[in-house]
């Protein structure tokens, strides 16, 4: 009766307009006692507060896998191979480019491009390759790689992880994506992913990122047996490195992107399945209470963003009610969650916005920095309205 007298108490004060920071141990309250509904009411109000206005912001990208060798052996992965598999490629500059050219031909402003950690490839091969993307294609922001990326061409090159960075700005990388942060607590990282290294690795490259001007965003995967600490735990990570980001007057983190692990087809689902661990993957409702708890608790980051590839377009839509302010991207093209068996991992800009609409919001397109951009749709009543709907 203690908890439940708290919980209410918690969330009667994030509700007011200048509610004070949450802590750990209310965000835990919280995420393990809070009725959703309510929860969710709460978080959509902060959001009204932080985004100000009945707008719902997208992307239109293409995701790039570049390479799938990797050595890093992630048991949620099922898109990587070792070197020397019979299944790996690298794709050449070439190939990269006539992808981006389909790109532009739709209106997209962003490559997403990230692979693996590949022991093959040295600092020319990517320093070549942005110079000449940049080259051929000035008007795509090239949002590329992954801090475990640039420490493994560190590795190879034996620079430190900010000289590779520096280099790579230089012939036109604009920013450092999220990707490879999963879950900062190392109890559960390096169960996970031991070869992928400490939460403080992630961390330390992301600043020396933001520190140099990168456009960089935050993610989370969830679902790999944690406890509801251990996701807030995560949350505090990144709220902490964004309070020094804004200290510094860096750029900081755009955005939160959070997601379920898919355990389809993937050693560690096998694996956990067969060893009966439980909390695994995340429900709808599971989720839309991570989202409504990460738009109250990153109190420092405006933009909470959605994911439609991994739950669904239905639940991506819900999820705008629980404190989410983007829909994510298009991605073009994805080959990572697909490969673990997701099945629906494209949408156009169409059915992005016709979600938005659906759900009482506008639709508005943007860039990686978050700048609106025009969109060659008309909204509202012409836009597709067959569009099926997932439940």
Same mark, same amino acid.
């Given at each position: ?16 307009? %200048? ?14 006692? #809070?009725?959703?509904? *309510? ?29 799938? /060798? ?21 794709? @050449?500059?070439?190939? /990269? ?29 990517? @320093?070549?390759?942005? !110079? ?21 061409? #560190? ?5 430190? @992880? ?23 607590? *190392? ?50 990570? /990144? ?39 439980? %909390? ?5 409702? *599971?989720?839309?209470?991570?989202? #409504?708890? !990460? ?30 302010? *983007? ?12 490969? !673990? ?17 659906? #759900? ?22 012409? /836009? ?8």
């Amino acid at each position: 009766m203690f908890l439940l007298s708290t919980c209410r108490e918690i969330l009667t004060s994030q509700n007011m307009n %200048n509610a004070s920071r949450l802590t750990i141990e209310d965000a835990i309250i919280l995420y393990d006692q #809070a009725d959703l509904n *309510d929860l969710m009411g709460v978080a959509l109000n902060r959001r009204r507060i932080i985004v100000p206005n009945n707008e719902i912001t997208y992307l239109v990208d293409r995701n790039i896998n570049y390479t799938n /060798i990797c050595t890093i052996n992630c048991q949620f992965c099922s898109f990587y191979r070792p070197p020397g598999h019979r299944e790996t490629y690298t794709q @050449t500059i070439g190939e /990269i480019s006539e992808r981006i050219m389909e790109l532009e031909k739709v209106g997209g402003s962003r490559i997403l491009m990230q692979g693996g950690v590949n022991p093959e490839l040295d600092l020319e091969y990517y @320093t070549n390759l942005l !110079s000449e993307l940049r080259i051929n294609h000035p008007s795509i922001d090239l949002d590329c790689f992954s801090p475990i990326e640039i420490e493994g061409i #560190a590795d190879v090159c034996n620079m430190s @992880t900010l000289e590779v960075l520096i280099e790579l700005k230089s012939v036109g990388l604009h920013g450092l994506p999220g990707g490879g942060a999963e879950m900062l607590v *190392d109890d559960v990282r390096l169960d996970v992913s031991p070869k992928k290294g400490s939460s403080n690795n992630w961390l330390r490259i992301m600043g020396e990122a933001q520190s140099i001007g990168l456009v960089t965003s935050a993610t989370n995967v969830i679902g790999f047996g944690e406890t509801n600490e251990h996701r807030i735990l995560h949350m505090n990570a /990144i709220r902490n490195m964004q309070d020094l980001a804004l200290k510094n007057n860096w750029l900081g983190f755009t955005s939160f992107i959070s997601w379920p692990v898919q355990l389809e087809n993937n050693v560690f689902g096998k694996k956990s399945r067969r060893n009966k661990v439980e %909390n695994l993957g995340s429900g709808p409702e *599971d989720y839309l209470r991570h989202i #409504a708890i !990460s738009r109250l608790f990153l109190d420092n980051i405006d933009h909470i963003q959605s994911s439609w590839p991994t739950m669904g377009l239905g639940v991506a839509q819900m999820a705008f009610f629980a404190g989410a302010d *983007d829909a994510g991207s298009t991605m073009m093209e994805e080959n990572v969650v697909s490969a !673990s068996g997701t099945k629906k991992t494209e949408a156009n800009e169409i059915e992005l916005q016709k979600i938005i609409e659906r #759900a009482g919001f506008i639709p508005i397109k943007r860039d990686s920095e978050y700048n609106k951009l025009k969109t060659c749709f008309v909204k509202s009543k012409n /836009i597709s309205a067959e569009i099926p709907m997932q439940n």
